[in-house]
């Protein structure tokens, strides 16, 4: 298909849901805040306590989106490194005038206290399963940065235990509350492209990330830096400061040996999770091939194609997808921008262009579901589905071969070496 | 139905649950190990190699292992360092000795490596611990026998079920917890198996003991859905619940519950609950689309508490139909602001099949704000209404005219787009004349024959006044094609100096590459120099932001260097070929050094260019032998070569290959094999080097593998 098409010009604004001009409008959708009490000064016994659990540079990032919510009050941090625990104390006290905040080394006091009702876990994603079940299983609702799990395994129980638990779980999958990537997705899942073909995710590096063991260099005090609680559940090696950074820290579903697959996990649980929105969440795709070429193809149980590719994008910002139908097809990426197939489309519709890829609407969906107790745009069966899609095409990626995956018994079919890359043992004491 | 779907799927995923752990230690179908592989890992362990080895020996095991390797990582579970590594092998070692080996440690080990041990018991489900697990329910290590109890849940068969439901009345009230947890796994499973009369008993039992709030809540919740019907009546209780735990897992477990008697309790809670609650209430009821009292909701949106309203009008977003539409118009054109907005937005997107018919149909009658209320309605539903609305913009009031145009843009037909037209180039009132143009931009950019639509507009270009040319253009570039893009073009050639102006702004962003010939002929022809340059520049943003061959974007690079002797614009030219980084931009970049005004800019773009490129596995080094590289005195000072605290001495090999260019080009296309060998296998290296050109001292790092390009000290 031709790449001549039409780029989305218009701009507007956030304040209106309905345009100047009339036209129905795709803009970030929330229930009334009038109906749910958060016009005005909200009353101390109708806002939502919330605490961070391992708040960094991303996590930093959700909190000033947390902080100007008016139902929000934000009480506690936890964190393994001292000095982060008084920087982000800092900041939360500054906020709201006071010096109330707590903070914690170790999370599962912040679990203990019963007046916080949700946590914004933003740890590296070592943690980040782990910690969201002892949240959910602590009682607490939860906001929980991606890639939020490591394995095929820890995916499903996520699902099982949030519905279990009756916790609201949002994962940190902010497009999904962006109005391009929305109706982009909304086109293709309501067939306005025709009999869906193939859907398109950038992994921006099906490549090596570092992890591992590396070099033991002169652990620092607890105080300074919890090295076992930073460990969690990954199984033990030295200290090195390198891995202090989470970016680097298990990140890529922990493969030895090739390290492969960083990306796929990394930008798939954005651009892969989109994918399945634009497939109606449906169950994820039930064959990967082996890499060939910048691309890994996947197949879902109707010959729809996921397609993990590297290049060929329209120069649309990072984080793109594209979604290609028998009659038409759309690309969306993080510059806010899409590019359609045919101006028709939009049907009349206006579709609000935010760029940057901002969690504010994302955090407020969240808000919205600890009230109303609905599921959250990135909730727990829709990032299982997602982060089942990376981890397949990741076993793909390290065997190099392709395998086939049953969606009703959540196995590889005739591979033994696939499904034992299912799931891994967590360093004790922990579990899920 | 979807809610039963919802609760069937819950109870399946479960069960799919149970399966991805069992499925772990059975033998699987197809082939396994790979004895070799296995063979040379365990090697590894037998042998005195240091613990990082063994722990990555371990990993791989997990994938190449069978349980002849069972016993090697045995001895390594009392390892506090590598026991961890050993269990991510043993947990997906299918057979029994697995589960022997993990059992055998679990009676030995003490503290956190036991609760390791119990933690991959009841994952890999293992029936035979459960009398082990079971004693250890009575450690008196609370982390040792929550794990047991947790471990006892996910086994879940009869005696593990029997052990922890008797242990809930019996251990310390800090164990308590897991074992409720214990139960309640067993009590889901029991229910995804079909067996719900012993699931609710487990439940029951749990709900009555001692135990914190969140587990009473997952039993609650089980005990509801485990009733099936019957569970109405402990819903409707927790519903009116004053903890306010206990009401949102009402609100969350009515969404799930299956039939549709449930949202007729919930319908009559709504009169019974305060408006903050009833609030929320309504919300849950609209999550259950398929069987909610749409009639409850719709009296809600009509009458009481304004919270309530509000939310009950925004449910019907998702649930309203036909028979909602009258009233939200009566709420749409009241004095409330804030329910009148609401109802305008529900409005908006009313489902129902007869909405847009009915609207169609109040329309010739209406008057006042429902007229205005329904034309809006019209251009934001896209209703087929040309003729009512064409007559409303013979109105005296503006805002009435306002609203008509507006839903013209949004719904008239190619056939019919001159009457915006004229509207927007000649309108019957000057003050509708902004509304009329933007109204015509929202037709013609949604018109599917955009050549066809480009057409009608080009035809009008041409008697409109001055103002209203512009606007044409400006639209027209919105719609693009070819035709538009030839408007543009002759536009820009006219002898009009705003026309000029205006379409080679508008073709300077023009979106797509079509108007790369345009723009370059435009760069040399255009009547004056500034619209020459923005023409030029334009051009030069297409090679920039699009994505075409690396050939083609190098010829428009080299089309634009030769277009003009501006050093700013083949400076940009420059800049879109180190953005793009190819080999055929390569040969331009160097190409381009020998030209004495390009030198400068051309030899930094060709460095970055190659070590873009060189970076990727291209060998570009014979490009950049030939490219005549200024010569300098270069000295290697130091060079190391690895990750972290493993760094391998590589500056004798630099010194021998190094040159009188800051191109260093390696005997071997790896750094490892340059450099003897790799210091620091898995992991990410870099080479760091210290050096001297011209006298002056400079310090550079580069990826693995990269080409070495020294940057030239300032």
Known sequence: MSKQATQVPRRRFLQSTVSAAGAAAMAPMFIPSSALGRDGAVAPSERVIVAGIGIGRRGGYDLSCFLPQ?????????????????EVKKIIDTYYGNEKCVTYRDFREVLDRSDIDAVLIATGPNWHATAAMTAAKAGKDMYCEKPVTKNISQSLILAETMRRTGRVFQAGTQRRNLPHFAFACELARTGKLGKLKKVYAHPAGMQALMSGWLVPETEPDQDVVDWDMYLGPAAWRPFNRKLLDGFNFEKGGGFVGAFKGGGVLEWGSHCVDLCQWAVGDCAPPVEYDAPKDGELVARYENGTELIFR?????????CPVRFEGETGWVEAGDSGKMVLSSPELLAGREVDEIGGYPATFHVRDFLDCVKTRSKPKGNADAACNAHIACHAANIALHLDRQVKYDNTTHTFINDAQANRMRSEALREPWRL | MNTTRQFTRSAFLFVTLILVANASARAFDGPDTSPEKEKELLAVLRSDAPASEKAIACKNLAIYGSPAAVADLAKLLPDPQLSSWARISLEVIPGEASDEALLAASESLEGRLLVGMINSIGFRRNANAVESLTAKLQNSDADVASAAAVALGHIGNAAAT?????????VPANVRSAVAEGCVLCAERLHGEGDAVAATKIYDQVRAADVPMQRIIEATRGAILARNQDGIPLLQEIIQSPDKKLFQLALGTAREFPGSEIDKTL???????TPDRAALIVQAMADRPQTVVVAAVVKAAGQGPTAVRISAIDALQRVGDDSCLSALLTIAVGDEEALATAAQQTLSVLPGQDVNKEIG????TAKGDTHKLLLQLVGQRRIDAVNEVVKALDSSDKSVRSAALVALGETVSLERLSLLISQAVAPKHAEDATIAQQALKAASVRMPDREACAAELASAVGDAPAAAKTTLLEILSEV???KALQTLATAARSNDDQLQDTSSRLLGKWNGVDAA???LDLAKTAPAEKYRVRALRGYIGVARKFAMPDKARAEMCRNAINATLRPAERKLALDVLTLHPSVDGLKLAVNAMRVASLKDDATAAALIIAQKVGGKGVDVSALMAAAGLDKVKLEIVKAQYGAGATQKDVTAVLRKQASNTPV??????????SFGGDPSPGVVKQLNVEYRINGKDGKASFAENALIILPVPK
């Open chain 1, 310 to 318: 590297e290049r060929g994008w329209i120069p649309l910002g990072s």
């Open chain 2, 517 to 519: 010939p345009v723009l």
């Open chain 2, 162 to 170: 029997k052990s922890l439901t008797a242990a809930l009345a019996t």
């Open chain 2, 480 to 482: 693009g094609g070819t």
């Open chain 2, 361 to 364: 149909a109040l329309l010739p």
């Open chain 2, 664 to 673: 260093i080009t390696l005997v071997s296309g790896t750094y490892n094999a």
């Open chain 2, 267 to 273: 319908a009559a809670q709504l009169d019974k609950a």
């Open chain 1, 70 to 86: 008016k139902d929000v009050q934000f009480v506690a941090v936890a964190d393994i490194k001292k000095k982060r625990q008084g």
